[in-house]
Structures are given as structure tokens and as C-alpha cells.
């Protein structure tokens, strides 16, 4: 059986704030969404919050109109602002009930040419269980596999799984598994929070699988916060997550679970301080006791085509896509890998597919992690 993790960075449309190139603008007006959006779900604004909203507004284009290249304020219901000819904008909403409305992120579909890539890459893996990282819902993950891998031939995932998380960009997890492998239970941690608050960005949900021969596969799909932006503060909350991951699994080890899988997007290195409490000692509780999960890329076949990392330019520090296993899982790893050619390279550090050609047709900024398993 083959198991892998796949950030797709959306397969059909994304917004187009985290398509752009530009990083540090990003991260700027990503802070500054962020920030405002916390703002705005106070039950009262302050006249300190009301100065921060007419500047985070300003700094997010929407000082003149509700629509801005990479964000639109929504004023559904009531109104949060009011905008002057002469430029002045002034908040009038006293506290979230006097008005109905959000920020959301502009979105832009995805080439024709990059969907044909993140199809191609998902029908070359062959995988017969894949934990899927940045899918917009279900329903795209379905149109997916009906509409693109059918058209590449081969077998389509008879089973596929998403259930929306925290992320409100349409940024979620998901797993696909083949005909004969069923998903036979689901466990979300969306609502799991500690005194910080909301712990996981997106969710960690648990999924059970059914193997032929009577086993069980637990497989825990995970995309951690994002070290991009946020500062001290995304570290803290990366760290959290990991240390409740590692509850969650010694929690299922305890229970029985000998064959459990922790994949996706981490969003950071194997020896950084906010993965410890999964790939070393580190953290509170049961978390500051080594850890026994194992990174495939320990296993002495791994074929990393010269390259350690699996995102970007594929350097050490870029390594942060992992499928971590339980030790009876890591036993019975036969052969294991990363599959780079839906990745652009300027460089021509990899080989990529004939087609690709520019950067904005890849399948993502991404490789693909597998392990094959005697299982």
C-alpha cells in the first residue's frame, strides 16, 4: 500500500493574495487581515479599535471602497464604516451586533495548465491512501478526481474526505483513499483549545481505515501554522499544535492503535523547537518525553533526489512536508520518496514535466512525500 501527503495549494481557485510572488507584501497584508478580522468579532469597539480598524483598513486598500485588489469588506447588514468624499473614513458600528459582514480574501482560478499538473502528479503517486493539504472543500476534491484524474485513466478514488476547518481562505485538509480501503471513522479537532485559544488553524482530523485483512490505519492530516507570518507568535501557536497532535496519537497508542500515520504540511524543520513534541522531546505533558514517531525520510532507501527539502528551492531549511509514523508502521516501510516534478525550478535543479514551463503552471510550490507499506 501506498501512503502520501500533498500540499496542493488549491486545486481549481485560490486567493490571490497567497498566489502572488510578493512575500513581503503578503505577509504585511496578511497581518493586517488577520488582525482586523480578530478586531471586528469584538462584541464592542473601543476608540482604540476603531482607530486600528479605519488603519488596518487603510493599509488593506478599503480606505475608498469596500473592494481592494486582495481583500473586500463585506457591510451585508448594517454598516462598520462610513466614507467621506474627502477621504475621512470613520467607523459608526459601535460592536460586532450593530453590523453583519466579514473580510474575504479576492479570489483567482488557477491556470488550466496547473490543475492538469496537480492531476498528473496525483495519478503518477499511484497512492492508494493520500492526505491532501490546502484543498478547498470536498466538493473540489471530488470534481477533482471525477473530472481530472479520470481523464489521466487509471483507477479514482472511490472514497474522499474533507470537512471544513478554521480557515476561512478555503485553505483545508483531506483525505482520499482507493475503492477497497474505507474510511470508517472521523474524528475533527476544529473545536480543541487550550487557555491560548483555538488550537489547530485548519483542523487535525483522525481518520480510521479499514485495510483488507482486517487492520486498521489511523492517518491524522495536518497543516500546521504557517512560520511565513505572525512572528514569535506563530512559532508559540505551531509548537501548541504540535504538542496536541502528540496527545492525540499517544492517546490512540494507548487505546490500541499500533499503525498511525501524522501527515501533511508541519511548516517547519525537524529539529525546530514547535515540531519537538513530534519529532524529538519538547513541550509540557506528555509531550516533554521523547517521541517515537519516525520520519519516512529516516528510512534508509529514502530517495530525495538530492535535494532534503520539499518546498521552494528544495534546500534543508525548505524541508517541512512530512509522513511521520508509528513504530510499527516505520517497519514495514518498503520503499519511500518525494515526487518533485509538479515543483517549478528555474535552476533545473529536478526534472519537471515537458509541460511546465513557467512558474504559475505548476502543480505547487510543493513535492509529494510517499512511503510504500507491507501492510
Not at 483545508?172 to 475503492?179: K, P, S
Not at 474524528?187 to 483555538?198: E, Q, R
Not at 521523547?290 to 521552494?312: I, N
Request: some cysteine.
Amino acid at each position: 500500500m501506498r501512503l502520501a501527503s500533498y500540499n496542493v495549494e488549491n486545486l481549481f481557485d485560490r486567493a490571490r493574495l497567497l498566489a502572488s510572488n510578493d512575500w513581503e507584501t503578503n505577509r504585511t497584508l496578511l497581518e493586517a487581515y488577520t488582525e482586523l478580522t480578530k478586531i471586528l468579532q469584538q462584541q464592542a469597539y473601543s476608540a482604540d479599535d476603531k482607530r486600528a480598524i479605519v488603519r488596518l483598513l487603510r493599509e488593506l486598500g478599503l480606505a475608498e471602497s469596500d473592494d481592494a485588489a486582495y481583500v473586500r469588506l463585506r457591510q451585508n447588514r448594517g454598516r462598520l464604516v462610513s466614507r467621506s468624499r474627502d477621504g475621512t473614513v470613520t467607523v459608526v458600528a459601535d460592536g460586532r451586533g450593530d453590523w453583519i459582514g466579514w473580510l474575504e480574501l479576492e479570489r483567482e482560478t488557477v491556470t488550466d495548465l496547473a490543475v492538469r499538473h496537480t492531476a498528473q502528479v496525483v495519478h503518477d503517486l499511484q497512492a492508494d491512501v493520500l492526505g491532501v493539504v490546502e484543498a478547498e472543500d470536498r466538493w473540489a476534491l471530488k470534481h477533482f478526481n471525477a473530472d481530472q484524474l479520470a481523464a489521466l485513466g487509471g483507477r479514482l478514488y472511490g472514497h474522499v474526505m474533507l470537512i471544513d476547518g478554521n480557515d476561512e481562505r478555503g485553505i483545508d485538509v483531506g483525505l482520499l483513499t482507493r475503492g477497497d480501503i474505507e474510511i470508517t471513522g472521523i474524528v475533527s479537532h476544529v473545536d480543541d483549545a487550550d487557555l491560548a485559544g483555538p488550537v489547530f488553524s485548519r483542523d487535525c482530523p483522525e481518520l480510521t481505515l479499514a485495510l483488507p485483512g482486517g487492520r486498521r490505519l489511523l492517518v491524522l492530516v495536518n497543516h500546521l501554522k504557517s512560520k511565513g507570518y505572525g512572528g514569535s507568535e506563530a512559532n508559540v501557536r505551531r509548537k501548541r499544535q504540535a504538542q496536541r497532535i502528540r496527545e492525540v496519537y499517544e492517546q490512540r497508542r494507548a487505546e490500541g492503535h499500533d499503525l498511525v500515520a501524522v501527515v501533511g504540511d508541519l511548516n517547519d524543520t525537524p529539529t525546530s523547537d514547535p515540531l519537538s513534541p513530534l519529532l524529538g522531546a519538547g513541550g509540557t505533558g506528555v509531550a516533554a518525553t521523547p517521541s517515537d514517531l519516525r520520519d519516512v525520510s529516516a528510512f534508509a532507501g529514502f530517495d530525495d533526489g538530492g535535494w532534503p527539502g520539499t518546498y521552494g528551492t528544495a534546500n534543508k531549511g525548505n524541508k517541512i512536508d512530512y509522513i511521520l509514523c508509528s513504530p510499527a508502521l516505520f517497519d514495514r516501510i518498503t520503499a519511500a520518496g518525494v515526487h518533485r516534478k509538479g515543483v517549478w525550478t528555474a535552476s533545473g535543479r529536478w526534472p519537471m514535466y515537458p509541460t511546465l514551463t513557467r512558474e504559475q503552471d505548476a502543480a505547487s510550490d510543493h513535492a509529494a512525500v510517499w512511503a510504500d507499506l507491507d501492510l
